[in-house]
C-alpha cells in the first residue's frame, strides 16, 4: 500500500502559478493582437520571435532535467529516461525539425512521407526505426505512469493538475492548427501561445513532481523515526 501524499506546494502557491500562466497567456494574446504590422506580428510568432522561443526554452530544459534526473534518481532512472527520449521528441518537434528530415515532404505526414518517390529508402527506414521506438518507448512509460498519475489527479497533487493542464492546452494547440476556421494571422497566434504554454506548463509540472516527491520523502523519513 502507498503512503498518502499531501499536496505540495500547497493550494496557494498552486493557484497562483496557475494564474500567472493564465495571465501571461491573456496578456501575450492582446499585445501581439494590437500589432497592426502584420510583417512584424509573423516576426514575433514565428520561429525566431519571443513567442516560440520561450516555449522552445522550457521544452529543452525539460528535457535537460530529465536526462539529469535519470543519471542522479536511481529510483526512478528508467521513468526519467524513457520521459527524457519522449520529450527529445516533443521538443524536436516544436523546432520543427520535421521539416527538415527531407525537403519533400514534412516527417510528421507519414503518407506522403513513405510513398514520396524523391525521399531515398534509406531515410525512410530511419524514420520508421526512430518512429517505432518512440511508440514502443511511449507505450511502456505511459502504461506505468497511468496509475500513478490517475492517483496523483485524485490526491490533486500539483504536478498532476498541471500535467493535466499540459493535455488540455496542447490539445487546444493541434485544434488551432487543423481547424480550417482558425486558418489565419489571428488563428496563428492563438496557436502559437498555446503551444508555447504547453511547453511552460511541461517544466513547471517537472519542477513540481521533484518538489512533490522531496516532500514526500520528508514526510515519510519523519514518519518511520516517530
Known amino acids: 500500500m502507498h503512503p498518502v501524499e499531501h499536496p505540495y506546494p500547497g493550494t496557494a502557491v ?8 493564465v495571465a501571461a497567456m491573456v496578456v501575450s494574446a492582446a499585445v501581439l493582437l ?13 520561429d525566431s520571435g519571443p513567442v ?17 534526473f535519470a543519471l542522479l534518481d536511481s529510483k526512478r532512472s528508467s521513468d526519467y529516461l524513457h ?65 500513478v498519475f490517475i492517483a496523483a489527479l485524485k490526491a490533486r497533487l500539483p504536478w498532476a493538475l498541471f500535467a493535466f ?12 492548427d487543423q481547424v480550417p476556421l482558425f486558418h489565419n494571422v489571428t488563428g496563428q497566434v492563438f496557436e502559437e501561445i498555446f503551444e508555447s504554454s504547453a511547453e511552460v506548463l511541461v517544466l513547471t509540472a517537472m519542477i513540481l513532481f521533484r518538489l512533490q516527491a522531496g516532500h514526500t520523502s520528508r514526510e515519510n523519513a519523519a514518519t518511520s523515526v516517530t
Not at 14 to 21: D, H, N, Q, W
Not at 34 to 46: N, T
Open 165 to 176: 493542464a499540459w493535455a488540455g492546452v496542447f490539445f487546444l494547440s493541434q485544434l488551432v
Open 14 to 21: 498552486t493557484a497562483t502559478l496557475f494564474g500567472l500562466i
Open 83 to 147: 520521459l527524457s527520449y519522449l520529450l527529445m521528441f516533443y521538443a524536436l518537434r516544436e523546432a520543427d525539425f520535421h521539416y527538415k528530415v527531407s525537403e519533400h515532404a514534412k516527417a510528421t505526414q507519414f503518407k506522403r512521407f513513405f510513398s514520396h518517390e524523391l525521399i531515398p529508402l534509406y531515410t525512410k527506414l530511419f524514420l520508421a526505426a526512430i518512429v517505432i521506438l518512440f511508440l514502443v518507448v511511449m507505450y511502456r512509460y505511459l502504461k506505468k505512469q497511468k496509475p
Open 52 to 68: 516560440q522561443l520561450v516555449g522552445q526554452t522550457a521544452i529543452f530544459v525539460a528535457f535537460g532535467l530529465a536526462c539529469l
Open 34 to 46: 494590437s500589432v497592426d504590422d502584420a510583417v512584424y506580428l509573423k516576426q514575433l510568432i514565428e
